[in-house]
Protein backbone atom coordinates (compact mmCIF):
# COMPACT_ATOMS: atom_id res chain seq x y z
CA UNK A 1 0.00 0.00 0.00
CA UNK A 2 1.23 3.90 -1.02
CA UNK A 3 0.53 6.90 1.07
CA UNK A 4 0.60 10.27 -0.34
CA UNK A 5 1.98 12.26 1.15
CA UNK A 6 0.19 15.77 1.68
CA UNK A 7 1.04 18.73 -0.26
CA UNK A 8 0.22 22.19 -0.56
CA UNK A 9 0.63 24.48 -3.58
CA UNK A 10 3.34 27.39 -2.67
CA UNK A 11 2.39 30.41 -5.01
CA UNK A 12 5.50 31.68 -4.78
CA UNK A 13 7.76 29.04 -5.35
CA UNK A 14 4.67 28.08 -8.08
CA UNK A 15 5.22 24.31 -7.03
CA UNK A 16 3.93 21.59 -4.88
CA UNK A 17 5.62 21.57 -1.54
CA UNK A 18 5.15 18.72 1.40
CA UNK A 19 2.31 20.27 4.00
CA UNK A 20 4.57 20.12 7.51
CA UNK A 21 2.86 22.18 10.38
CA UNK A 22 5.66 24.55 9.75
CA UNK A 23 4.67 25.30 5.80
CA UNK A 24 1.02 25.24 6.94
CA UNK A 25 2.18 28.59 9.21
CA UNK A 26 4.18 30.00 6.05
CA UNK A 27 1.35 29.41 3.64
CA UNK A 28 -1.29 30.98 5.90
CA UNK A 29 1.07 33.72 6.49
CA UNK A 30 1.64 34.28 2.51
CA UNK A 31 -1.99 34.49 2.47
CA UNK A 32 -2.11 36.74 5.26
CA UNK A 33 0.65 38.75 3.80
CA UNK A 34 -1.42 39.43 0.40
CA UNK A 35 -5.31 39.13 1.40
CA UNK A 36 -4.76 41.96 4.80
CA UNK A 37 -1.29 43.94 4.38
CA UNK A 38 -1.86 43.82 0.59
CA UNK A 39 1.84 42.71 -0.46
CA UNK A 40 1.84 41.72 -4.06
CA UNK A 41 2.68 37.99 -4.31
CA UNK A 42 4.94 38.92 -7.07
CA UNK A 43 7.18 40.89 -4.57
CA UNK A 44 7.39 37.74 -1.64
CA UNK A 45 9.35 34.88 -2.08
CA UNK A 46 9.92 31.60 0.06
CA UNK A 47 12.87 29.63 0.96
CA UNK A 48 14.62 32.34 0.21
CA UNK A 49 18.76 31.29 0.00
CA UNK A 50 21.11 33.30 1.57
CA UNK A 51 24.91 33.40 2.64
CA UNK A 52 26.31 34.18 5.71
CA UNK A 53 30.53 33.42 5.44
CA UNK A 54 30.61 29.97 4.72
CA UNK A 55 26.79 29.01 5.46
CA UNK A 56 24.37 28.65 2.92
CA UNK A 57 20.72 29.90 4.66
CA UNK A 58 16.78 30.05 3.58
CA UNK A 59 14.81 32.55 4.86
CA UNK A 60 10.99 31.22 5.35
CA UNK A 61 9.57 34.56 3.72
CA UNK A 62 10.96 37.38 2.37
CA UNK A 63 9.13 40.59 1.23
CA UNK A 64 10.43 43.06 -1.06
CA UNK A 65 9.73 46.89 -2.49
CA UNK A 66 9.29 47.97 -6.23
CA UNK A 67 12.77 48.31 -6.20
CA UNK A 68 13.05 44.50 -5.21
CA UNK A 69 14.80 45.41 -2.15
CA UNK A 70 14.45 43.03 0.59
CA UNK A 71 11.71 45.09 3.32
CA UNK A 72 10.84 42.07 5.48
CA UNK A 73 11.86 38.92 6.77
CA UNK A 74 9.77 36.48 8.00
CA UNK A 75 10.72 33.54 10.30
CA UNK A 76 8.02 30.61 10.10
CA UNK A 77 7.72 28.05 13.09
CA UNK A 78 5.28 25.09 13.51
CA UNK A 79 2.64 25.98 16.16
CA UNK A 80 3.76 24.03 19.29
CA UNK A 81 7.62 25.90 18.21
CA UNK A 82 8.19 28.43 21.26
CA UNK A 83 8.99 31.65 19.81
CA UNK A 84 12.15 32.38 22.07
CA UNK A 85 15.79 33.98 22.07
CA UNK A 86 16.93 31.06 19.85
CA UNK A 87 14.20 31.92 17.04
CA UNK A 88 14.81 35.52 17.51
CA UNK A 89 19.03 35.34 17.51
CA UNK A 90 17.95 33.22 14.04
CA UNK A 91 16.53 35.89 12.17
CA UNK A 92 18.59 38.32 13.29
CA UNK A 93 21.64 36.61 11.91
CA UNK A 94 19.51 36.61 8.55
CA UNK A 95 19.65 39.90 8.75
CA UNK A 96 23.08 40.42 8.81
CA UNK A 97 22.82 39.72 5.31
CA UNK A 98 19.63 41.16 4.15
CA UNK A 99 19.89 44.64 6.59
CA UNK A 100 15.52 44.87 6.56
CA UNK A 101 13.63 47.31 8.28
CA UNK A 102 10.79 44.47 9.79
CA UNK A 103 11.41 40.77 11.16
CA UNK A 104 8.32 38.43 11.96
CA UNK A 105 8.59 35.49 13.73
CA UNK A 106 5.19 33.63 13.99
CA UNK A 107 4.18 30.07 14.90
CA UNK A 108 0.71 30.93 13.67
CA UNK A 109 -0.67 31.50 17.41
CA UNK A 110 1.42 33.99 18.12
CA UNK A 111 3.78 36.53 16.31
CA UNK A 112 5.91 39.19 17.14
CA UNK A 113 7.13 42.29 14.94
CA UNK A 114 10.90 44.00 15.52
CA UNK A 115 11.51 46.83 13.40
CA UNK A 116 15.56 47.27 12.90
CA UNK A 117 16.97 51.22 12.27
CA UNK A 118 20.11 50.76 10.63
CA UNK A 119 22.07 53.80 11.31
CA UNK A 120 21.22 52.67 15.17
CA UNK A 121 21.73 49.36 14.98
CA UNK A 122 18.77 48.98 16.85
CA UNK A 123 15.90 46.36 17.18
CA UNK A 124 12.75 47.38 18.74
CA UNK A 125 9.17 45.43 19.01
CA UNK A 126 6.56 47.15 17.15
CA UNK A 127 2.87 46.77 17.52
CA UNK A 128 1.57 45.40 13.76
CA UNK A 129 2.84 43.97 10.52
CA UNK A 130 3.14 46.62 8.13
CA UNK A 131 1.12 47.11 4.92
CA UNK A 132 2.95 47.45 1.58
CA UNK A 133 1.96 50.56 0.95
CA UNK A 134 3.65 52.08 3.89
CA UNK A 135 7.17 50.81 2.94
Known amino acids: MVFMEKTVFDPLRKKYVALTPEEQVRQF ?5 HK ?3 WPLQLMA ?8 RKSLRCD ?13 VECKAPQVVLDREV ?4 MAYNVVLGVPYLVI ?3 CTTYVCSYDKEKGKYEFVEDVPFYSSI
Open 29 to 33: FIGWL
Open 36 to 38: ERL
Open 46 to 53: SEYGIKLG
Open 61 to 73: IVAFNRGLQPQMI
Open 88 to 91: LDQI
Open 106 to 108: TNG
